[in-house]
Every structure is written in structure tokens, then in C-alpha cells.
């Protein structure tokens, strides 16, 4: 459901009276948020620089421009951020479920490691044809995270603990046991560091072109069905429901556990196939690294979307951007992990954008009504 | 209104004159007037929606008056917030208590006194409170250091009024301070007031309850839609009275409806029981029967049972005893969306609407998954916006569009889309709660006139309320409940009077005109 259409107010101004720009017809309250948006971006690189002056004395102009010359305009670049962004993609779709549902699920990284070792241990063991085995490894995954996920779904409707708390605090456990996994049950013979056997080759997909992985498209498939079964489904819709409006939903007798419950598993089953993209697409066999935190960067991609579906790969192709620019960085002499700080900065501005744009909003508003 | 005169003498520690206050359309207060002497238990008695906690938070600072002036000790103040009114000596026990859990009693305490030392003196705050505790035999010298989420209902009370009392406050208001109390935490309440008071505490105390009005107060100023209907002495006043000054005059208005012949038996309870979130025994042996083609009435006070009634018709709430039948098949246990989909309906005073939601989304809150609006799973776009739209034409919602946003409706058509939304799905039975509360005068005429339709076309409408005008207006026949219990039913509406049943609604007895009929 569009929740957030802007329109005019009832009782407040007029709509034919809101400052229209005249060029495009629209009024000027759908500017607030993209001009927020550009303000955030600004601030963000202005701060930045400051500080790369401040810090290595670089030029933040040629910082910058080596940053992101080789995310967004050397061809290897490109294809190295499409690849590093099909993790994020999808654990940012489970997640986003959750959050659109008003519940808020940080498991993403744990759930992509239930989802990684459940691939790995399936995809050693089972030699199956490749029509059998692939659905049968996603298929496993998405149960295996839809459970991970669907523990604090449980503790929250039974015990009222709070999801954001339990699903933050499983990813650790998750991780560990992913860790256990990788050098005890699932270690490969005599591996030099702790990593796992390679999978069976029928169960690895093929690469596009290197590194872009076929679990790109399935990333991007992905999306719009996330989108579909939140706006134009009656689960989605009792979903947000639930989520935004729950004495509503419970007067109109929706059974709010169970669809508490639901929105959590299939989030936490969305998310754990991002760690099946890993192993199957990337990896191809399992190690400590596998989920390379894209759990946690999707939770800064879902913000950074204000979670709109639609938005939410753009975010991610723009933060992969980033990640993918940080080692450039370091030939002209600032270190990786800068792109890091970058990344932090440009969520704490879009945070501060969104006051700016409820500001500007209620400014234009009041305008109009005095107009009236 | 004849104190107002004779006010200007020293003994008046509070007074206010032409308060006013409006919230949106609804003028919760309008020119009160007002004056309290030192060392009396002043009731304020009303209705909800009487506007006497409305005043209570303006003298406390919670609410900015629109309009009045408020005098202590005859010098005129400005109270901007409750750090004012506390300045001043006058604090307040919330109806709803604001207690960390987390924290002792003392911890409690102690955060409200004015500290202006930088460590904290357990040792000496300790001894104030116990002093305090000891004083009017709070029970609480022993658990001083527990923690408060500990505590029973009744001693998180005495919590409340520690705090004020640590604060120095001389001028105590007690918010519907019985509502959250057993039964039997009652009288050593009442107790406690009274033992306040002969220690020289002033007292303001608001209640919609006549019998405790009756037994504490020295003086009793009654209010009604917003109006101080008049003050009279607690001694002297009679439960007849004050029934009569609470709601409104005297003379016979009945029904305009006409009783038909009885229709087929749709609903039957029978002996229902229901407890509360507290286990405490919330309905009692509820026994009645609905006939098709009908509307009756409850007359109930908040507090009493009306919500648990409703919650429990409905499926929202676990029945303990007893059995409810609906067109002769048990239901008592079935969900709420079987008994939706049966025909069943629930009409809420509020948070009928998702408030993100636009209006076209919220027209289908009830049914999402029924058909014409979605098939397989999927969302009907086109048959949900001809529904939306045809609701807003219907039922006269003022909306610029059906993309609004149902946060940014006024409260009346937030109440016609919802209702709108519950007769689309052609409902045989609805409850109907407190459908008008808050309402303005025309948005509560077009739900009447809706309801009244719904009756003619054969279905039977259970209207639980408090305002008897519109009770006796809408309704075939009446019941009264009063603490979980049905203690009347009206079959024949002809010739009853407001009053009478203004007597049975706070814990009258027809016959003995005045004595209490509760437990």
C-alpha cells in the first residue's frame, strides 16, 4: 500500500492554493524530499573532504574522482560493484519486508550465514542433478532462514521481547556457528585456513562475466516480488496492517501473532538466500568471510532507501560503489577503510535530511495556509 | 454558582475564574469558574467527557488554558507546566501511574523531590518517607527499598501520593483515583483521603462515581459537557440530585422509536463471565438475548464492563463462563474473523482506521480477502477504489481524494468511513461502542441515522453508550450495567425517564432511591 502519499491536507491548506513550479506541475512538497536527499549527499562529501584534508592533506576533489571513477566508469569496476551489491540486494529485500511491516529485523548478516552453511552443507553432500540440487539448495535456505528469524518472531509474540534486540544478538550466535562449521562438521581435508570442500560443479552457477555471478538477476528478480507481495497482495496487506496500524487490525480481527510471525519468516527466509548468492555464485564453497557483513551494510541500504522497495537496489548499487572505490583510494594515499567513514557519514545526513525535509514541508504548508 | 460570590475570603487556597478550553471541535471547557477552600475534599463529579479532568490538567499545567485566570492564595499565576504547579504546593496522582518499574520506592520518591544537594541522602530521604509512610498508615515503611514493579495496583498508588506529599505539595488532585483499585482496596483508600485531610491537605478529587462522591466530600461541584453545572455541600446532597445535575434535566424524554413486534432470536448470552488483563472478575453472569430487526442500548459508565462486554461478543476476548449463541449455533469460542464472516460486526469509538493508511486502503480494513477485492491472494485494485469511492459518496466523507491519508481525516469522518466500511459488509449483528464519542452534532446524527437504517433493514444493533439523550434517541430497548453487571433492562422505553436510569447507571437502586445496589 503507498502509505506515504503525500497529498494535500483536509482541514489545513488548500490544494489548489500549495506554490505549484509551474515547468513541471507538480507542487512544490514533492521537491522537499529529493532536495533533502541532495543536501545529504552534499553535506556528506563536504564533510568528507574536510576531513581527507584535514587528515592526509590529499585534494578531496582528486580523492574523490579516483573513488569513483573506478566504481562507476572502468568497466571491471562496474562489474565488481553489480557483484558485490547481489548480497546486499537480497538480504536488503528480506529485510525491508520487515521494516515495511513495522518490525524491525538486523539479522540479515546471521540469517545469510544459516542461509550459507545450509547451501554448503547441502551442495557437498548431495550429489543431485543440477535441476534437483539448486532448488533444493535455495529452497533449504529459505526454510533454514525463515526459522533462524522466525525464533525472535516467536519470542516476540509470545514473550514480548523485542525483535530488534533478538535478531541483532542471533546474528552473532549465527556467525559462531558458522565458524564451528567451517573447521569442525563441514571443514574441508586439511585446509590451510578454516574453510569448507568446494561445492559439488553442479551446484555452482555460472558467472555472466567474471566476477558478475547469474545470482545477480536473481537479486533483481527478487525486488519486484518483494514488491508485489507487499502492495499488491491481501497477506502483504494485512502485513502492514498489522505493522502500522495494530489496534486497527486486531478490532478487525486479524490474528496479529501469526501474521507477526509470518512477516519475520519469510524476511528472515528472503535474507538467508543472500548467503546462498555467496556460495553458489561467488564463493563456491564456505569460509569465515562468506557473508562479508552485507547483512549490516543492507541495514544502512534499507535506511538509505527510506525503506522504498523500489529504491532499495539503487541504494545498494551506490553503496556497493563505495566499498568497490575504497581500495583506489588507497593509490592516492588514504587508506580503505575511509570509504567506511564515508558510508557512516552519508546515513547519519540522510537521517538529518529527513528532519530538513519535514521541516521544509511544514514551512510550505504553513505558507499555503496563510495564503488562504 | 452562588460560592463563586463569597470566594474572596482568605480560606481559598485555589480558584479559578472562565476557564476555557476547545480541542479541535469539541469544547472540553467553557467559562468554569471555580474556587477551593483550604483543608476541604472537593469533588468534581461528571460524566467522561465532562471536562472535569480537562480542568484538572490545566491547574496542574498539563493542558494550557485557551481562556481564565487561575489564582493561588488570591495571587494571580501563570502555570505553564507542573513544574509551576508543584512550585505552588499543588500536585497531582495520575489516573494511569508514572512509575519506573525498575526502581524502588525510594528511587521513585526520591526522583521527584526538589535535590538540590549533588549526592543523594538515602538516609535522610529514607526517613522522610518513612515518617510520611508511617504517618497515614501506608503499610509501605517495610518495602521502601522494593521494586515498585513489584507492587500490587493499590500500593503504586500510595507511591503516587508519597511522591507528592516528599514534594511539599499542599493542594492534592486525584485523578479517577478508584478506577485501578479491587474492590476491596476501596475503603482504606477512601481512608487514606480522609486522613489527608484532617492533616490539612486540600483536596480535589474527580470522579464519575456518585457513592464515593457522597461519602467523602465536603463540597461537590458537578459537570457536565464541558459546563460547571453547579457546587453543592457534600452534606447535604442527595444521590437524586446529583443524578439529576449529572444528566440534565429531569423531565421524561423517551423514545421516539416504536417497538414492533419482536423479531427471530439472533444473539443469545448466556451467565457470561470474563475477567480482566488483572484476572479480577470483569463481567458477571451476563444473561441476555437480541431479536432481529432491533437496536438496544447499554447504558454503561466507562469502567463498568462495556468494553469487556463488546470485546467478548465479538471474539477479541476470552470468555470464561457462560456461552454465547449466534442464530442458534454456539460461538463462544470461535475467532472474531468467523464471526465477522458470519455476520457478526464491531463498530469502535476509535482506532478503527490504520492512520498510515490512505482512505481507499483503510475501506476494505475488515475484509481484504474477500471477493470482489482480492482473488488468488492478489489485491483488486479497480473494485477496491469503486468500493472506497463509493463509501466516501454514501456516507459523506470530506476527503480532497481517496489517497488521503486516514491520519489527516477529522475525527467524524474517520468515524463515517469506518462505519461505512462495516455496513458495506452488509453486517446482521453490529456493536456498536461508543460510536459518537467526540463527535460533532451532525457527524453523530448521520451514525444514528445509519444505524437506525441498518435496524429497519432487519438487522439488530447493540449500542453501548453513556450519553442517555442519545441512548433513549436510538434505542428500542435499554439494559443498564453497572460494575460487570446487567442491573436493568428496559423492554418498553415509553415513559422511562433519564433519570431513573442516571440512577441505576452509578450504583442506584430504583426502589430505595439512594442506596448501593453494587457490591
Known sequence: METREQSSLENTPNPNRMPRIKLLNISRLALASPLAYIIAFLLTFLIGGIVILALTGQNPITAYGSFFAYSFFSPYGILEVLAKSTPIIIAGAGMIIAFRCGLWNLGAEGQMAIGAIISTAIGVNLNLPAGVLLPLIFLASFIGGALWSGISGFLKTKFGVHEMLTTLMMNYVALKLLEYMISGPLSMPHPNYPRSSEILPQAQLPFLQYPLNVTFIIALVLVPIVWLLINRTSLGYRLQAVGFGHEAARLAGMNIAKLTLIVMLISGGISALGGTAEVVGDFMRMERNVTGGYGFTAIVVVMLAREEIIAMPFAALFISGMLVGASSLTLVGIPAAFSQILIGLLLLCVVFAGFIERWLKHRWEEKAKVVC | ?519
Open chain 2, 1 to 519: 454558582m452562588k460560592q463563586m460570590e463569597e470566594t474572596r475570603t482568605p480560606e481559598i487556597v485555589l480558584e479559578v475564574q472562565g476557564i476555557s478550553k476547545r480541542f479541535g471541535q469539541v469544547q472540553a471547557l467553557d467559562c468554569v469558574s471555580l474556587a477551593f477552600r483550604k483543608g476541604e475534599i472537593h469533588t468534581l463529579l461528571g460524566e467522561n467527557g465532562a471536562g472535569k479532568t480537562t480542568l484538572m490538567n490545566i491547574i496542574y499545567g498539563l493542558y494550557q488554558k485557551d481562556a481564565g485566570e487561575i489564582f493561588i492564595d488570591g495571587q494571580k499565576q501563570e502555570i505553564r507546566s507542573p513544574y509551576d504547579s508543584l512550585k505552588w504546593g499543588i500536585g497531582m496522582v495520575p489516573q494511569f501511574f508514572k512509575l519506573i518499574p525498575d526502581l524502588s520506592i525510594l528511587e521513585n520518591i526520591y526522583l521527584f523531590m526538589q535535590n538540590t544537594k549533588f549526592f543523594i541522602d538515602r538516609k535522610q530521604a529514607k526517613a522522610a518517607i518513612q515518617k510520611l509512610s508511617q504517618m497515614f498508615c501506608f503499610g509501605l515503611e517495610g518495602k521502601i527499598d522494593t521494586e515498585v514493579g513489584a507492587l500490587t495496583e493499590g500500593e503504586k498508588q500510595k507511591v503516587e501520593i508519597l511522591k507528592i506529599l516528599a514534594r511539599g505539595s499542599k493542594i492534592l488532585l486525584f485523578d479517577e483515583a478508584t478506577n485501578v483499585l479491587a474492590p476491596n482496596e476501596l475503603d482504606s483508600f477512601l481512608q487514606v483521603i480522609k486522613d489527608l485531610n484532617q492533616n490539612g491537605y486540600t483536596i480535589l478529587y474527580i470522579t464519575h462515581r456518585l457513592q464515593e462522591a457522597l461519602q467523602i466530600s465536603d463540597r461537590i461541584s458537578v459537570f457536565r459537557k464541558g459546563k460547571l453545572v453547579g457546587s453543592v455541600p457534600g452534606k447535604e446532597a442527595t444521590l437524586n440530585q446529583l443524578t439529576m445535575m449529572m444528566v440534565g434535566s429531569e423531565l421524561a424524554k423517551t423514545s421516539t422509536v416504536q417497538n414492533k413486534v419482536k423479531g427471530k432470536p439472533i444473539l443469545e448470552v448466556k451467565n457470561l463471565c470474563v475477567t480482566d488483563e488483572r484476572g479480577l472478575q470483569a463481567l458477571k453472569n451476563i444473561s441476555c438475548q437480541f431479536y432481529e430487526g432491533e437496536i438496544v442500548g447499554l447504558a454503561g459508565i466507562e469502567g463498568n464492563g462495556s468494553n469487556y462486554l463488546a470485546e467478548a461478543l465479538i471474539g477479541l476476548r476470552r470468555v470464561k463462563n457462560g456461552k454465547i449463541y449466534y442464530r442458534g449455533a454456539e460461538i463462544t469460542r470461535s475467532l472474531p474473523l468467523d464471526r465477522m464472516k458470519q455476520g457478526m460486526s464491531l463498530m469502535p469509538s476509535s482506532n478503527a482506521l490504520v492512520p498510515l493508511f490512505n482512505v481507499r486502503d483503510n475501506s476494505i480494513l475488515d475484509y481484504p480477502e474477500r471477493l470482489p477485492f482480492s482473488r488468488h491472494g492478489m489485491l483488486n485494485r479497480k473494485a477496491i477504489t469503486a468500493h472506497a469511492k463509493r463509501i466516501v459518496q454514501e456516507y459523506q466523507v470530506q476527503t480532497p481524494s481517496i489517497l488521503l491519508q486516514a491520519s489527516k481525516l477529522s475525527g467524524g469522518n474517520r468515524q463515517r468511513l469506518a462505519l461505512g466500511r462495516k455496513i458495506e459488509a452488509n453486517p446482521k449483528f453490529m456493536i456498536a461502542y461508543h460510536p459518537t464519542k467526540g463527535l460533532d452534532i451532525k457527524s453523530q446524527s448521520f451514525i444514528y441515522e445509519k444505524l437506525l437504517q441498518m435496524k429497519d433493514n432487519g438487522a439488530t444493533v447493540l449500542f453501548m453508550g453513556t450519553d442517555l439523550d442519545e441512548l433513549l434517541l436510538v434505542s428500542n430497548r435499554l439494559m443498564v450495567i453497572y460494575r460487570g453487571q446487567i442491573v436493568a433492562t428496559f423492554d418498553e422505553l415509553q415513559g422511562v425517564s433519564k433519570f431513573d436510569i442516571g440512577v441505576l447507571m452509578t450504583g442506584g437502586n430504583l426502589c430505595e432511591g439512594g442506596s448501593n445496589s453494587g457490591n
